[in-house]
Structures are given as C-alpha cells and as structure tokens.
C-alpha cells in the first residue's frame, strides 16, 4: 500500500492543522493505521493509531485530548486532529500502515508501510 502525507504547515502555537493521509494500491480497510511523528535530533515517536474498522483508537500519552485520529475507509484517507498546538508538536508527521492484528500495535517496528511524512512547524 503507497501512502501520501499531507496538511502540515506553520502555525502559530494554540493553532489547529488536520492531517490527512491517502491511501492507494491495497484494500485499505484492512489496515490499521498510525500516525508516527520525529522531531529534529530525536527517535520517531508514536502519536496515534485506529484499527481498520475505526472503533478502536490509541494515543501516546502527550496527545492529552488534543489530537483526534479518524479515517474514512470509503476515501482510502486517516485523518489526525490537531489541536492546542505546542511549539514542542514542531516535527515530521509520518503515517503508516499494517494489516489488521487482533490488537492495534503503537510501535513503529510493527507498521510495514509509511508515508513521506508532512512538517510541522509551531512557533511562539
């Protein structure tokens, strides 16, 4: 499955940015789907993730209610969310995809295939 990134930008801290990330080449509903993200000089790290259906979602504990991962399987697109922009949100957002387990995974190792990723930048 091919992935395609889009919806970063600069945006001022408090600010708001939805994420989207196209699908294409493979039955997409049935993949989970993750956000992953990777600040400059720092580990890519998870942020969030949904299962194939859409009824369960995960997210990495600094999410805080900010962020809001959804998908609409009929578009082939997963959507993130994000809102209460922080300049530490400031990093490369990835999207990624592996087919669907019994339990929806938050590590990257698991995720077989990924997205260009999409910049954001948050300032003060």
């Known amino acids: 499955v091919q992935l395609q990134a889009s919806g970063g930008g600069l945006v001022q801290a408090g600010g708001s940015l939805r994420l989207s990330c196209a699908a294409s080449?493979?039955?997409?509903?049935?993949?989970?789907m993750g956000w992953f993200r990777q600040a400059p000089g720092k580990e890519r790290e998870f942020v969030a993730a949904?299962?194939?259906?859409?009824?369960?979602?995960s997210y990495a504990d600094f999410v805080k209610g900010r962020f809001t991962i959804s998908r609409d399987n009929a578009k082939n697109t997963v959507f993130l969310q994000i809102n209460s922009l922080k300049p530490e949100d400031t990093a490369v957002y990835y999207c990624?995809?592996?087919?669907?387990?019994?339990?929806?995974?938050?590590?990257?190792?698991?995720?077989?295939?990924w997205g260009q990723g999409t910049l954001v930048t948050v300032s003060s």
């Open positions: 990624a995809a592996r087919e669907g387990g019994v339990e929806l995974s938050l590590y990257r190792g698991a995720y077989s295939y």
């Open positions: 080449g493979r039955t997409f509903s049935n993949y989970d």
């Open positions: 949904i299962n194939w259906s859409g009824g369960i979602r």
